[in-house]
């Protein structure tokens, strides 16, 4: 028996890529087609490598197998917990699943059962995958509505002294938060995502009055301002604002927008680390 090592390669590159990129859709990740791609890449060159070198040590075969979509999934989305990780591959295996019984079934009936696998080409191969695509385009919106997840995740960069920072956020109807002394939009950020924006020597650990007591004395004096909330699993508080130069959120600009310091964890699973008012988002739109 002949394995064309060139052939293996393309086909787990295509596959994986398009499986990795439908688990994306249905858990709403940040879509990045170089990073999926990176992890398409490397889950087949990784398998390509695990066939040469354990082709006959079948058992190893199998972890070896999931070892590379692992690493093509990290590769692809960077997840920041093992939870996250988890939903990752479990959603890339339901999509392969799915996408290997569609196929089956079909070739199958196409050739009554015979010689399924004689008649599987490359050109097979990208109709499967343009198939993938156009039925998770199609089918996603009912997958949204069977979780009872509608919620919109955005891509927001915050640009402060020539620094940048960049984050997922979370579109909010229920962030009412406003910069009371200049009225500017107010987007939620997590400590870690805020500190990259911030001057070497300046540190945000403590709660907002304390923040701003130690901040009123560096040279973001002009910038800072108490923002008070009663959420966030607080009846009341106060978080630090930090006046940026601009916010830009999927494309959309958003000048002098504030960023209001969180000292904690704003989903656990890792899915966004801001929240930003869907209000903002809308209304700049339709404007």
């Not at 889950?43 to 695990?50: F, H």
Request: hydrophobic share 50%; glycine share 8%.
């Amino acid at each position: 028996m002949y394995i064309y090592i060139d052939l293996v390669f393309v086909i787990n590159l295509v596959m994986d890529t398009a499986l990795i990129w439908a688990a994306g859709i249905f858990l709403k990740e940040d879509i990045r087609f170089r990073r999926i791609l990176l992890g398409g890449v490397l889950g087949a060159l990784l398998y390509v490598v695990s066939l040469v070198f354990l082709y006959s040590r079948t058992l190893l075969q199998i972890p070896s197998a999931i070892g590379s979509m692992v690493v093509s999934v990290i590769a692809a989305y960077r997840p920041h917990s093992f939870l996250h990780l988890f939903k990752l591959m479990l959603a890339v295996c339901v999509s392969a699943f799915v996408s290997a019984g569609g196929f089956l079934a079909v070739m199958f009936m196409r050739y009554n059962g015979r010689g399924v696998f004689e008649h599987f080409s490359i050109c097979t191969l990208f109709v499967l995958a343009v198939a993938i695509f156009i039925s998770v385009k199609l089918t996603k919106r009912f997958v949204f509505a069977a979780v009872k997840d509608n919620r919109s995740y955005h891509n927001v960069k915050l640009y402060l002294n020539g620094r940048t920072a960049e984050v997922r956020a979370l579109a909010d109807t229920g962030n009412s938060l406003r910069d009371i002394s200049g009225g500017n939009e107010v987007i939620i950020c997590e400590r870690r995502t805020a500190e990259k924006i911030m001057p070497e020597n300046i540190a945000l650990d403590g709660d907002g009055v304390e923040l701003f007591r130690r901040l009123s004395d560096t040279e973001l004096c002009t910038r800072i301002r108490l923002i008070p909330f009663k959420s966030l699993g607080n009846e009341n508080g106060m978080l630090l604002g930090i006046r940026c130069d601009m916010a830009e959120a999927d494309g959309i600009k958003i000048p002098n927008a504030v960023m209001a310091v969180y000292d904690g964890t704003l989903d656990s699973g890792g899915l966004f680390r801001a929240i930003i008012n869907y209000d903002t988002l809308d209304g700049r739109k339709q404007a």
